[in-house]
């Protein structure tokens, strides 16, 4: 044969072929028709083959036949990536008992060709089939989700372990069963302490799992275990003050006061806070529900030292009232004595005036016509003021009115103010006499020297 006609011959079997492989849609067909292209060293229509192959049988027709011979071809071709792809796209998509000799294959190969990792990845590919198999005859086959994650978490990319942690969590137990309850929970757990060593970057998906978690071990009466999440999503978000007074909330409804306690006073010692007051309320609240009022009131008093707040003061003279002890109303008084004090300096004059309405209220209510008299000789008058304002550029921006508060006390406290000032003029007014009586002879003496 010339080589013209051999050429035409080939071209008329690979036709032949071609129409075979439509007719007769077999994978042994297909193989043949590719390699008779590659015997024929049309190298790149037989990969056409096997990829039109590939598509036509789709991901419900697979056999593992036809990846062998692609990949073996690749192989001759010596396109080691591509026998690696198509290996491992088959093991991924074609039960186990079926892919034995792709299995089997891909070692060698791998063996011949590949590097340690490249093993180690078919070893791995072969038994994420095989869980996967497994969680899909039974997606509450917890033990197998165990294994499977402990699989990808040792070998895949964090968005893969994420991926088979949410689908695992995703089946919640059917039956209120203890036993399997627990080990769903330790899925979360897991996923929990994978989120926080591996993933460090992620708060808000760790809120939200430990949130849940915690409350699954509330359902199951699991109360150590809520103790040691509490402390573990604490140690990540100290300054979170929700979480503070829930763990202090369980341990109290446990009746392990001391330790709810010891848990406050670790919160309130916080640098950094994102609701101190909810905080510092939920610590007093408590203490006045043991009903120990010292310690109230020597938490009222660490917080005054933090805050001369207002609402602090008038919340400190309720509770002083509401205690119900003996002296509560001198008790009472004397807070509200003690805070007109501290406030006389205070810039806000409306809390100043909220203390003292707090107060008068008080003394409505309870006080004796003395007592109501002092009071009232405390109230501020209240007086219209205006200034002038001014818009952005300067500009007159006409009259504003507002209001001031004159306090009786600053006022009388003035004459006092007065009278210092006038001493402090008249020592300067002498000092400077006797300096003028001084000087001469000093400059006498300058003159001599
Ligand atoms: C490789 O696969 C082919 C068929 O796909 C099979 O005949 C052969 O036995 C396999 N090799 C091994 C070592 O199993
Ligand atoms: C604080 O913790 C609670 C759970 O105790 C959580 O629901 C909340 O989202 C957290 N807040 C912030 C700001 O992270
Ligand atoms: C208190 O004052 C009211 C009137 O302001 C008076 O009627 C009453 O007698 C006074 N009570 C006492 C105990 O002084």
Known sequence: MTEMEMCHSASAVSLTRAVLVLVHPDVKNWIKYARFEEKHSYFAHARKVYERAVEFFGEEHMDEHLYVAFAKFEETQKEFERVRVIY??????????????????????EKKFGDRRGIEDIIVSKRRFQYEEEVKANPHNYDAWFDYLRLVESDMDAE?????YERAIANVPP????????????????????????????KCPKNKLFK???ELELQLREFDRCRKLYEKFLEFAPENCTSWIKFAELETILGDIDRARAIYELAISQPRLDMPEVLWKSYIDFEIEQEEYEKTRSLYRRLLQRTQHVKVWISLAQFELSAGQEERL???????????????????KEERVMLLESWRSFEDEFGTNATKERIDKLMPEKIKKRRKLQAEDGSDA????????????????????KLLAMAKLWKKQQQESEAA???PDKDIDEKQT
């Open 212 to 214: 849940g978690y915690i």
């Open 160 to 164: 893969t372990v994420r991926e088979v």
């Open 330 to 348: 001198p008790r009472c008084r004397q807070v509200y004595e003690e805070a007109n004090k501290a406030m006389r300096s205070c810039e806000e």
């Open 88 to 109: 491992k796209y088959a093991l991924d998509r074609i039960p186990k008992q079926d892919a034995q000799n792709l299995f089997k294959n891909y070692t060698i190969f």
């Open 398 to 417: 006409g009259w504003e009115e507002y209001y001031d508060y004159i306090f009786p006390e600053d006022t009388a406290n003035q004459p006092n103010l």
């Open 437 to 439: 009586a001084t000087d």
């Open 175 to 202: 039956i209120q069963e203890k036993r399997h309850w627990k080990r769903y929970i330790y899925l979360w757990i897991n996923y929990a302490l994978y989120e926080e060593l591996e993933a460090k970057a992620s």
